[in-house]
């Protein structure tokens, strides 16, 4: 960022936004519970036995490579149950010559059933990679404009300033030494983000859109090649999803909706599309990655490749990146699976919530596009770290966080 903001009045206006956000999360509804870590065997992990631990080690050698970048001393994130990375090493170590994906996980962890207060189950949902057209020009059908980071976009950490704000942040841009909000999605459709630049243009409003959801994308340029962009950072305007727009609208119902539904509808109603896209405030800027290993994902939040079937996005400001989570359910999608936290989302809240990455491709998408199962969660601790929790009196019923 190349404005000074180091004045008086920004701060001012910075403590009143502190303020008022600190407001709202003190007298927010509550969530279902508090977070609730419940120590079981995994013989009590249902499903446990026929799940295939595979991809998820493999996926797990990859957050292990981005633990071994930090010091020892650094916390694992979230509400602080996971420790430091050092609590970690020694699983990471063992994992690089694991031969029994079952075996590794078995012999050096300890499975802890996540609940919110007495709410044991939750809603899991799934996301994709897309594939978009577009063009470093814009002309002809290439008209929708894909943006890079602003230069003038102000992200600011509130567990900074007040610690009960941890894992909460604000994004806007400075105008007259004051904080303000950033430009919605419907401002930025009509005028476009001056300060962001261009990577490309697409051909299909509606791609775009989805792509803003998803949070990444591959590209086949009109020269051929292709791209990949991963998410670089969001306006600061909260996640509304068009789903619901349009079940308000009566335009679907709730048992018909689905990503498949809501994109049917857009195409068929082009003069109202782009009203009900500009529902959702949000708006998502990306940067560009190289397709490294085409099998995998991008770099989600741990900036890591994502493994299809094997990476899961959580509330970090509840759980860590690079831990294990054993997803038990009865719905054919995901089912009983083992993934590594390695991303998270808007959309991803609370305490037994996830978002299961599926990969890239028309299967991953109508997958993803069709998920939404419930189930129970369970993270998988280091043995030692698990015990030294287990001694302490307020484990399992702390409340870690809201």
């Not at 962001?196 to 949070?215: E, R």
């Not at 054919?332 to 989302?345: F, V």
């Not at 189930?375 to 809201?402: H, I, M, N, Q, W």
Request: hydrophobic content about 40%; some cysteine.
């Amino acid at each position: 960022m190349n404005q000074k903001i180091g004045r008086p009045s920004f701060f001012a206006a910075l403590i009143l936004v502190i303020a008022i956000v600190a407001a709202w999360w003190l007298f927010a509804p509550r969530a279902p519970g508090p977070l609730r870590l419940t120590p079981v065997s995994f013989g009590d992990v249902p499903g446990w036995k026929s799940a295939d631990a595979k991809a998820a080690l493999a996926a797990f050698k990859r957050s292990c490579a981005a633990m071994s970048a930090k010091p020892a001393s650094t916390s694992m994130g979230g509400a602080g149950y996971a420790g430091m990375i050092g609590d970690w090493r020694d699983v990471c170590a063992q994992a690089q010559n694991a031969k029994d994906a079952r075996a590794f996980f078995e012999s050096g962890f300890t499975p802890v059933e996540v609940s919110a207060g007495s709410l044991r189950e939750g809603l899991f949902t799934g996301y994709y990679e897309p594939q978009l057209r577009g063009s470093r020009t814009k002309h002809g059908a290439y008209q929708t404009p894909v943006y890079g980071l602003p230069d003038d976009l102000v992200s600011v950490d509130l567990g900074l300033f007040l610690p009960e704000m941890k894992g909460e942040h604000i994004s806007g841009r400075v105008d007259k030494n004051a904080l303000v909000p950033y430009d919605t999605r419907a401002q930025i459709d009509a005028k476009g983000a001056t300060h962001a630049p261009a990577l490309f243009y697409s051909d299909d409003p509606v791609a775009v859109f989805f792509m803003h959801i998803q949070g990444s994308g591959r590209i086949v340029l009109n020269d051929g090649s292709i791209i990949r962009v991963a998410y670089a950072g969001q306006n600061g305007h909260p996640y509304t999803p068009i789903g619901r727009t349009l079940i308000h609208q009566g335009a679907l119902t709730r048992e018909n909706v689905s990503m498949q539904s809501i994109r049917d509808w857009l195409k068929k109603n082009p003069n109202e599309a782009r009203g009900v896209m500009e529902s959702d405030a949000s708006f998502v800027f990306f940067r560009e990655v190289p397709v490294a290993d085409p099998k995998l994902g991008g770099p989600g939040s741990e900036n890591v490749a994502l493994t299809p079937g094997a990476s899961l996005a959580v509330d970090l400001r509840l759980h860590p990146l690079g831990a294990p989570f054993f997803i038990a359910s009865a719905d054919a999608d995901p089912g009983n699976r083992l993934l590594i936290a390695q991303d998270t989302g808007g959309a991803i809240r609370g305490a037994v919530r996830g978002d299961v990455f599926w990969g890239f491709g028309e299967r991953a998408e109508d997958i993803a596009g069709k998920m939404k199962a419930h189930g129970k969660l369970y993270v998988l601790l280091p043995k030692k770290l698990a015990a030294r929790l287990g001694s302490r009196k307020d484990f399992p019923t702390r409340e870690f966080a809201k």
